[in-house]
């Protein structure tokens, strides 16, 4: 009987996660739609982004005569880093068996996985663009670590856990509360969330403009469906960003038991607050434009030092018993 | 029974590894000697060393041995405790792999103007004396090995001697080695004056005052760690790395620095009584400013070997952190943590060993074929040599700290100590720890731009040499040292319970702490204070990653009918239309660091000069572009320099005295005797 | 950590509008322009002046209300376009005055944070009630100011430096003494104004004498021969 429960917790763990990556498109699909009415366009349909992904793969695979066997397997392992990280965020119930495979540190680790390969295949076919790609992203990235540590600090400090459904069961235990290091770690990791997943202020999914470009300039050799698993991946990591805000900051709503009433309130609850958030960030997009790469790192000092804050408080101000 | 094993395995290990340096006389004779009898020696001097380890570890054979060398009123003591025996194992595991991997590489030395016979000889030794040194168990014996070892490493270093580069290098490591060795025995020397006694059994239960021992603790942590590279002591690393033979590097790297660690944990953890929080701290700031000025560094270089150099520095400054973590934690009553900290630096130790040797074998192939040692003429190397590839890769994955790779377990389990912060009393340590896991996270970071820029300029990408282009594949010795060490660095990650459990001994002898829960809950997770607090589970995660790469693969065979019909169209990259994609169009290592010089510009001394000749029609096109670049360790100029320049001026002060006349240095000697005269009477 | 649930959410409010005031001291380390080192400091004094007023509800002690009623006047409104106005007439409101090691710096006022910590526990200790813990918050700023007045450049951005260590100092005293005697309080707020137009005629002395406003320049007027 024990060993049923436990099997159809790793059967729903597993459709989550099924779940997670067939969401994701939408996600970025909503931002666009808030976007066009920002700008008086008329927006593509919310299903755009899964013609494009059918499009591209039934699309024929061209490979540059310099691309090697890294390149060809890459977008399959950027793809699965990510699809495995998305495993571990808890998205509509708690405590499933997935969530044990990682912590917050790992899901760190699993994004730096997929970073690497991405630069890498940037850097396969010896162009100029690859490189630069390359070169910026994982300036991004080393930079954008720490401060998402600190950020995990802040949180797991307070519930003494890194394990994602632990902290935000602590979360929902405390009630009500103002807490300093929580209000300085959600701004922190809205700004980590912004660089790591290339919107605007940092980079412009929108632009192949070739000078600005960090994320596109690593992709731009891929083709067919290869291209359809770079793109994916990047909307599902957007995704995972999203839900990791909502479901850690604002936790109220989701499920802690897997039966349907309270999944399916956690599931509305969440898309409201996906909905929501994708709107404020669609809003935050038009009102800055794209900053100069080298202002970058003050960006991301910014959101170091709110994380930094953030756990000073947790230490200074919360943790006397 | 299993003592006698021990005894006969450790004497086979020192037989052998002696034997493999008597043997290697006869090579400059006869070279064969060297690959049929020389190196397979050394693998099982290796190998019996590797089997004592195991011993020591599963077992927990503990052994004293008391020789009738030495002086007559001190013999030679050596002893065999769970300590040595996990250090035993690390040296017995990359000697094992260096003994497969240098019958190969050394054939390239044949032909050339250097010794045979030296290059074996000296690596037997150096061998020998890393084994005795964590053997030793007393002050005399100690010294002895360590002296042996770190002779026996200058004479490799300065192998290839005919370029004066290479021995101003060995010549700074000898000098370093030596004011080290210097510091170290001073250490031994406050000891003995409170023991009265040069055994280290007399040591550990030797009561030294607060103040003697704060000033153990300070030579210590300046001998050992001029011989780890601890910042800015490192200088001699990245000059003796890159000149000496790539094995041998793989050898002083992976294992030369640990036992320099060795020392230091000994020390620290055995000898010294009660640890203070303050020793803490300076460990943190110390392995703080060693692992990012190491990593920073490792990223603007262009010479393969010092990146590896550089990047030894840092890791060497991760596992001070980990003491450091440990020693704070133990200081303030927290034992259960301050064990995972120490588990997490022995941890390191161990990977680093693993992945650094595997890198730096890697780089010797790289070399041996490319003829090249900076990254700006490698390039596209992973479709000519495509094993070295795949084992360089996971090189880089481990040291870059990804999961589900060993680099990443060692960090993540840093991290977990550092997140049991809140368990101590003193609020200043509460808000420290996190910062300098911070910092911990932007070195590891880092390290994965800097082991990008490695990867993807040299194997990756088109060839930019001539070499790079027509280089092979290296022989079948190499590729299997590789690949073991390879599969050892992919094992470790991936069962991290396993060696942890392995881990667990040592920390018990040590401290008298078990660690259970960290693997309470199966070889699946590793839960290092409980399974709610945190878990990870590696084998899962290498599941995910292998269940990707099975995708592709059936994509792949799905595709094969209908790839046969019309194989995968292959175009030329997107050239910005102006046709013909050059290598000289790539982005070089240079540029790939050019952000980081911009973020981090006054970490060091860049000397840049860029020169530009445009076309004498058109104003706007160069015609010939010329950019240069020079690092220089800031080291050098904050310490060295000065202190240099101070040493000539005393030097020159004392060099009045030689006069030249016959007379005067008679004098000399007169009032020499009249003086010891009057003292005497 | 269950101490700081069971607060009243005033008393919450209280603490995290004293981590913002530090956040803000952070960001007036960091800020570039002179228009945005002004504005940030009118920030300050606006949150300032909210944390004495929750204070003041939250104890009861209605002269505090005049504290803070005082404070938003003058630093949320007054002393800022003061700053302003002069830093218009002498043309360098969009001046920069960027730090030269943000890295470093970062840490440095990290590591001060944390030594206030250190030093404040114990006067902690005697205070009464929530403002217990925010005493060690109100020493740091009063460093972070100090520590500004050390690694800025231009005058202005130095006067703000040291408007945001005395905007500490009086948080020190809500924080550890529920306020100063109101006639104090009152003194060194006129005190304080009339620094502020001081500084305004000794900025045009300055650039009048040296043709800058560049700290560093001063020593132009050093007697010794270089």
């Given at each position: 009987?024990?060993?049923?429960?436990?099997?159809?917790?790793?059967?729903?763990?597993?459709?989550?996660?099924?779940?997670?990556?067939?969401?994701?498109?939408?996600?970025?699909?909503?931002?666009?739609?808030?976007?066009?009415?920002?700008?008086?366009?008329?927006?593509?349909?919310?299903?755009?982004?899964?013609?494009?992904?059918?499009?591209?793969?039934?699309?024929?695979?061209?490979?540059?005569?310099?691309?090697?066997?890294?390149?060809?397997?890459?977008?399959?392992?950027?793809?699965?880093?990510?699809?495995?990280?998305?495993?571990?965020?808890?998205?509509?119930?708690?405590?499933?068996?997935?969530?044990?495979?990682?912590?917050?540190?790992?899901?760190?680790?699993?994004?730096?996985?997929?970073?690497?390969?991405?630069?890498?295949?940037?850097?396969?076919?010896?162009?100029?663009?690859?490189?630069?790609?390359?070169?910026?992203?994982?300036?991004?990235?080393?930079?954008?670590?720490?401060?998402?540590?600190?950020?995990?600090?802040?949180?797991?400090?307070?519930?003494?856990?890194?394990?994602?459904?632990?902290?935000?069961?602590?979360?929902?235990?405390?009630?009500?509360?103002?807490?300093?290091?929580?209000?300085?770690?959600?701004?922190?990791?809205?700004?980590?969330?912004?660089?790591?997943?290339?919107?605007?202020?940092?980079?412009?999914?929108?632009?192949?403009?070739?000078?600005?470009?960090?994320?596109?300039?690593?992709?731009?050799?891929?083709?067919?469906?290869?291209?359809?698993?770079?793109?994916?991946?990047?909307?599902?990591?957007?995704?995972?960003?999203?839900?990791?805000?909502?479901?850690?900051?604002?936790?109220?709503?989701?499920?802690?038991?897997?039966?349907?009433?309270?999944?399916?309130?956690?599931?509305?609850?969440?898309?409201?607050?996906?909905?929501?958030?994708?709107?404020?960030?669609?809003?935050?997009?038009?009102?800055?434009?794209?900053?100069?790469?080298?202002?970058v790192p003050v960006f991301l000092a910014v959101a170091f030092t709110l994380a930094l804050v953030g756990m000073l408080s947790f230490v200074m101000l919360e943790s006397a018993s | 029974?299993?003592?006698?094993?021990?005894?006969?395995?450790?004497?086979?290990?020192?037989?052998?590894?002696?034997?493999?340096?008597?043997?290697?006389?006869?090579?400059?004779?006869?070279?064969?000697?060297?690959?049929?009898?020389?190196?397979?020696?050394?693998?099982?001097?290796?190998?019996?060393?590797?089997?004592?380890?195991?011993?020591?570890?599963?077992?927990?054979?503990?052994?004293?041995?008391?020789?009738?060398?030495?002086?007559?009123?001190?013999?030679?003591?050596?002893?065999?405790?769970?300590?040595?025996?996990?250090?035993?194992?690390?040296?017995?595991?990359?000697?094992?792999?260096?003994?497969?991997?240098?019958?190969?590489?050394?054939?390239?030395?044949?032909?050339?103007?250097?010794?045979?016979?030296?290059?074996?000889?000296?690596?037997?030794?150096?061998?020998?004396?890393?084994?005795?040194?964590?053997?030793?168990?007393?002050?005399?014996?100690?010294?002895?090995?360590?002296?042996?070892?770190?002779?026996?490493?200058?004479?490799?270093?300065?192998?290839?001697?005919?370029?004066?580069?290479?021995?101003?290098?060995?010549?700074?490591?000898?000098?370093?080695?030596?004011?080290?060795?210097?510091?170290?025995?001073?250490?031994?020397?406050?000891?003995?004056?409170?023991?009265?006694?040069?055994?280290?059994?007399?040591?550990?239960?030797?009561?030294?005052?607060?103040?003697?021992?704060?000033?153990?603790?300070?030579?210590?942590?300046?001998?050992?760690?001029?011989?780890?590279?601890?910042?800015?002591?490192?200088?001699?690393?990245?000059?003796?790395?890159?000149?000496?033979?790539?094995?041998?590097?793989?050898?002083?790297?992976?294992?030369?620095?640990?036992?320099?660690?060795?020392?230091?944990?000994?020390m620290l953890f055995d000898f010294l009584g009660p640890l203070r929080w303050e020793w803490g701290l300076v460990l943190l700031t110390a392995g703080s400013v060693t692992a990012v000025y190491g990593v920073l560094y490792a990223l603007v270089q262009t010479d393969l070997k010092r990146v590896l150099a550089y990047s030894s520095v840092e890791n060497i400054g991760i596992i001070f952190i980990c003491l450091g973590f440990s020693v704070t934690y133990l200081a303030n009553d927290a034992p259960i943590i301050g064990v995972l900290g120490l588990i997490a630096a022995l941890y390191h130790v161990l990977n680093h060993a693993l992945f650094k040797s595997l890198l730096f074998l890697n780089a010797g192939a790289v070399i041996e074929r490319s003829h090249e040692h900076d990254l700006e003429a490698m390039g596209g190397l992973i479709r000519r040599m495509p094993w070295t590839g795949l084992f360089f890769l996971v090189g880089c994955l481990s040291i870059s700290a990804l999961p589900p790779f060993n680099g990443f377990v060692s960090e993540w389990l840093t991290f977990q100590t550092a997140l049991q912060a809140p368990a101590l009393e003193s609020g200043v340590l509460r808000a420290v720890i996190p910062i300098v896991a911070a910092i911990l996270a932007l070195t590891g970071a880092l390290a994965a731009a800097c082991f990008v820029r490695v990867y993807g300029i040299s194997f990756l990408g088109q060839p930019r040499g001539r070499h790079a282009r027509r280089a092979r594949e290296v022989r079948m010795g190499m590729l299997i040292a590789q690949g073991t060490l390879a599969g050892l660095c992919v094992l470790t990650g991936l069962l991290p319970t396993m060696v942890v459990t392995l881990i667990g001994a040592v920390t018990d002898s040590l401290l008298h702490e078990p660690i259970a829960a960290a693997t309470r809950h199966g070889w699946l997770w590793l839960t290092p204070i409980a399974p709610e607090t945190a878990s990870y589970s590696a084998p899962l995660i290498m599941l995910g990653v292998l269940m990707a790469l099975a995708a592709w693969f059936c994509v792949w065979i799905w595709l094969r009918k209908s790839r046969k019909k019309n194989p995968t169209a292959r175009r030329d990259p997107w050239d910005c239309g102006f046709g013909g994609l050059t290598p000289r169009m790539q982005y070089t290592a240079t540029a790939f660091a050019m952000p980081f010089e911009q973020v981090f510009r006054h970490t060091w001394r860049l000397k840049t000069q860029c020169t530009r000749e445009m076309d004498s029609n058109l104003a706007t096109k160069p015609e010939n572009l010329e950019y240069q670049l020079e690092v220089e360790d800031r080291a050098w100029l904050w310490l060295y320099a000065p202190v240099g320049k101070w040493v000539l001026n005393a030097s020159r002060l004392v060099a009045r005295i030689q006069t030249g006349h016959i007379r005067h240095y008679l004098a000399y000697s007169f009032l020499t005797l009249i003086v010891l005269l009057w003292l005497i009477s | 950590m269950n101490r700081y649930l069971e607060l009243q959410l005033v008393e919450q409010a209280i603490i995290t509008l004293a981590a913002m005031i530090l956040v803000t001291s952070f960001a007036l380390l960091g800020q570039s322009r002179v228009v945005a080192t002004i504005r940030t400091f009118a920030w300050q004094g606006w949150l300032l002046a909210l944390t004495t007023a929750l204070v003041a509800w939250d104890i009861g002690h209605p002269h505090l209300y005049l504290s803070a009623f005082l404070t938003a006047i003058l630093k949320g409104v007054l002393i800022p376009w003061l700053l302003t106005r002069q830093a218009r007439q002498l043309g360098i409101l969009r001046a920069v005055d960027s730090i030269v090691r943000p890295g470093i710096t970062l840490l440095i006022a990290g590591a001060l944070v944390v030594f206030c910590y250190g030093v404040a526990l114990p006067i902690g200790q005697l205070v009464e009630g929530v403002t217990r813990d925010v005493v060690a918050i109100s020493l740091a700023n009063v460093m972070l100011g100090m520590f500004m007045l050390v690694i800025r450049r231009t005058a202005v951005t130095q006067v703000v430096g040291f408007m945001a260590m005395e905007n500490g100092i009086f948080f020190a005293a809500v924080a550890a003494t529920q306020g100063m005697p109101m006639v104090v309080e009152l003194g060194v707020a006129f005190d304080v104004l009339v620094a502020v137009v001081l500084f305004g005629v000794i900025f045009f002395h300055i650039r009048d004498s040296i043709e800058s406003l560049d700290v560093d320049a001063l020593n132009r007027l050093s007697e010794v021969e270089k």
């Open positions: 009987m024990v060993d049923l429960v436990n099997v159809l917790e790793w059967v729903f763990a597993l459709l989550q996660m099924a779940l997670f990556v067939v969401a994701a498109p939408l996600f970025t699909a909503w931002i666009k739609r808030v976007k066009c009415w920002l700008q008086n366009r008329r927006s593509p349909p919310l299903s755009q982004p899964y013609r494009d992904l059918r499009r591209l793969f039934s699309k024929q695979v061209l490979l540059a005569h310099t691309a090697s066997p890294l390149f060809r397997t890459a977008p399959y392992l950027v793809f699965g880093t990510t699809v495995i990280a998305a495993a571990v965020v808890p998205l509509i119930a708690l405590e499933l068996p997935t969530a044990r495979i990682a912590d917050a540190i790992v899901l760190v680790g699993l994004f730096g996985l997929g970073r690497f390969f991405l630069a890498l295949a940037g850097l396969d076919v010896g162009t100029t663009f690859g490189g630069m790609g390359a070169s910026r992203e994982m300036t991004v990235g080393a930079l954008a670590e720490p401060a998402m540590l600190m950020v995990i600090f802040a949180l797991a400090m307070g519930a003494a856990s890194t394990n994602l459904s632990t902290v935000i069961h602590s979360m929902l235990a405390q009630g009500l509360a103002l807490r300093p290091s929580l209000l300085f770690a959600f701004l922190a990791l809205l700004l980590v969330g912004i660089a790591e997943t290339g919107r605007v202020p940092v980079d412009n999914p929108a632009t192949h403009l070739e000078l600005t470009m960090i994320h596109e300039a690593m992709i731009l050799e891929y083709t067919g469906r290869q291209l359809a698993l770079m793109e994916w991946a990047a909307q599902l990591k957007l995704m995972i960003y999203g839900v990791l805000v909502c479901n850690l900051f604002f936790p109220w709503g989701i499920a802690q038991t897997l039966d349907p009433a309270s999944l399916l309130i956690a599931g509305g609850l969440l898309s409201v607050k996906l909905i929501i958030l994708g709107a404020v960030l669609a809003v935050a997009e038009g009102l800055v434009a794209k900053m100069r790469f080298f202002k | 029974m299993r003592d006698s094993l021990t005894l006969y395995l450790i004497a086979a290990m020192l037989c052998s590894g002696i034997g493999s340096s008597m043997f290697s006389l006869l090579a400059n004779r006869y070279p064969w000697v060297l690959r049929l009898a020389a190196f397979p020696l050394l693998c099982l001097s290796g190998l019996a060393s590797l089997a004592v380890g195991a011993l020591a570890l599963l077992e927990g054979v503990t052994l004293a041995i008391e020789l009738p060398f030495g002086l007559p009123w001190l013999h030679w003591h050596f002893r065999l405790d769970p300590l040595a025996g996990f250090f035993l194992g690390i040296i017995g595991i990359i000697t094992a792999v260096v003994g497969v991997y240098g019958p190969s590489y050394t054939r390239k030395y044949q032909q050339g103007p250097y010794s045979l016979s030296a290059l074996g000889f000296f690596t037997g030794l150096f061998v020998v004396g890393m084994q005795l040194v964590v053997l030793a168990d007393d002050a005399f014996a100690f010294m002895v090995a360590w002296e042996v070892m770190s002779v026996a490493s200058y004479f490799l270093v300065a192998y290839e001697h005919h370029q004066a580069a290479n021995r101003r290098a060995a010549f700074l490591y000898l000098l370093m080695a030596q004011i080290g060795a210097v510091l170290i025995l001073l250490c031994f020397g406050i000891f003995s004056g409170f023991s009265d006694d040069f055994t280290f059994d007399a040591f550990r239960v030797a009561e030294l005052d607060p103040l003697w021992a704060s000033l153990a603790f300070t030579l210590a942590l300046a001998g050992f760690g001029m011989k780890a590279g601890l910042v800015p002591l490192h200088v001699w690393l990245p000059e003796a790395h890159p000149v000496a033979p790539s094995h041998i590097s793989a050898l002083m790297s992976g294992v030369m620095l640990k036992v320099a660690v060795y020392g230091f944990i000994r | -």
